[in-house]
């Protein structure tokens, strides 16, 4: 039916357009599930690089990396699912351009798919160790795919001696893990404290504790001078401070760069991402972007954001949007880490706060309340789902409560959003 619908429909003038989406992850997925359930009949085609279909990348660096989880629970859908809702899932092929005037996109076959509009759901790829000082060698691994994961998981065996370089949430989960599994685990951050750029340090106390309790060496305040290898191998790292480790394989965690180069090729406004307008579209009107490879206007600034939340959230706002609907994007921020028996929630942004006030929960519950001045900006809770839930409600609804209450024990939570 569909298909019969699509050629009276294009050949009375096209109502039905033509929908392609470049980037088979949590925002491609999202994008072409989002315009299907609002009712777009027309073709869609999403096209990814890599060979499995769109997947869930948290697990990697928690319950998959650990083996508590099977690689099919990984995938957003079985790969009927595509099929079941006419949508061309091309995967293990990338898009190589854009070809704005023609309106299509090449692929790295030789084939080309032809589109009305465009979604570019593009991600971002790890940042690398410069070769220089090893960052080739073998047994030094990223931590982005399910590629990567597979790649280091035969690594995790008692006993072996791991260096992980970058104490953000990525390398931290992968410091639980290893740990969990009886390996020597050293972590070096070269910035003065573990979660630095995206936490107060309350919650950098916190994390530390919780790894040295485990059993893990933290070394922060601690770059990397070189990576060391015989045969091509890695075996020893030596630290800014002259100390020499040995390894048996090294974790890079140092950040991710937006994929933003086919947008760069096709002449798309490059800042900090693909630059987006709030309803998700680039400098090109029949150009679209989502995730972690998009930024978009927020609060007079222009803002990244690379977490599933927002991968999910954007990419909604751009289907409806390439949908014709009146969309402005409001990122709700939240994000969590696994590490151990901890789990920890955050919602909001941190960015900007002048205090922090700390409230105490059930049993090891912790939470870590943001505010700039008397406003709420966001919340760490640490085995306190009560303690996210209330602040990031009250964080999406522009309301607040004081450092006071929050840290008074005698305060029930709940009753903040009543008021
Ligand atoms: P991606 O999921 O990276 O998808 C982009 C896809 O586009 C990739 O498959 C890529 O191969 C493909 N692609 C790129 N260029 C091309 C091309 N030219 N042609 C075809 N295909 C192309 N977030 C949280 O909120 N909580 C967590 O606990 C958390 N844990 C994480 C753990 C790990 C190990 C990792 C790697 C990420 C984690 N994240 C977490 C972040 C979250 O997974 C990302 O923010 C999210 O996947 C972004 O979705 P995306 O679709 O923008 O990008």
């Known amino acids: 039916m569909r ?41 869609i085609t999403l096209i990814g690089s890599e ?12 319950a998959y990396l650990l083996g ?16 079941e809702h006419d949508i061309t899932l091309q995967r293990g092929v990338a898009v190589t351009a854009i070809d704005t005037a023609m309106r299509r996109v090449n692929l790295a076959d030789g084939s080309h798919v032809s589109y009305d509009k465009l979604a570019l759901t593009t991600g971002a790829s790890p940042r690398h160790l410069p070769a220089s000082i090893g960052g080739d060698l073998a047994g030094v691994y990223a931590m ?8 280091i998981a035969p690594e995790f065996r008692q006993g072996a001696r791991l260096l992980i370089v970058g104490g953000g949430y990525i390398g931290l989960e992968a410091a639980a893990v290893a740990a969990k599994k009886g390996l020597k685990v050293t972590l070096i951050e070269a910035a003065p404290r573990i979660l630095q750029r995206v936490a107060a340090a309350e919650t950098s ?7 040295t309790s485990h059993g893990v060496d933290i070394r922060e305040n601690c770059g990397l001078e070189r990576l060391i290898g015989t045969d091509g191998k890695v075996t020893s790292a030596v630290l800014a401070d002259g100390t020499r480790l040995d390894v048996d ?20 406004t490059i800042d900090n991402g693909i630059a987006c307008d709030a ?14 490879c998009a930024s978009f206007p927020h609060q007079g600034k222009r803002m990244r954001l690379e977490s599933v939340g927002n991968a999910i959230d954007m990419a909604e706002a751009a289907a409806r949007a390439m949908l014709g609907q009146d969309i402005t994007y409001q990122p709700k921020p939240w994000f969590w880490s696994d590490q151990y028996d901890c789990k920890l929630q955050i919602a909001g942004l941190s960015t900007g706060y002048d205090h922090i006030a700390t409230r105490k929960g059930e049993g090891d519950g912790i939470s870590f309340w943001y505010f700039a001045g008397d406003k709420l900006l966001a919340v760490d809770a640490m085995n306190d789902p009560r303690a996210y839930m209330v602040g990031k409600r009250l964080i999406e609804s522009g309301a607040t409560a004081t450092p006071a209450e929050v840290t008074d024990p005698a ?7 009543k008021r």
Do not use: W
């Not at 009276?8 to 994008?31: E, T, Y």
């Not at 499995?52 to 928690?62: D, E, F, M, N």
């Not at 090109?284 to 972690?292: N, Q, S, T, V």
């Not at 305060?411 to 959003?417: C, E, G, P, R, S």
């Open 144 to 151: 982005r795919s399910l590629a990567d994961a597979d790649a």
């Open 411 to 417: 305060t029930d939570l709940k009753a903040l959003l």
């Open 249 to 268: 394989f090294v974790i890079i965690g140092i950040g991710i760069s937006p994929d933003t180069a086919l947008a760069a090729d096709a002449g798309l």
């Open 205 to 211: 106390d916190y994390v530390r504790t919780l790894h």
């Open 51 to 62: 060979p499995q279909p769109p997947y869930q990348r948290p697990p990697l660096s928690k």
């Open 279 to 292: 309803a998700c579209r680039t400098s090109d009107p029949r150009i679209y972007a989502a995730g972690d």
């Open 68 to 83: 508590d989880m099977g690689v099919e629970r990984l995938f957003f859908r079985p790969e009927a699912f595509y099929a």
């Open 3 to 43: 298909a019969l619908a699509r050629i009276i429909a294009q050949r009375s003038g096209g109502i039905m357009a033509n929908f392609v989406v470049v980037g088979a992850g949590q925002a491609g997925f999202s994008l072409v599930e989002t315009l299907r359930k609002q009712g777009h009949d027309g073709p």
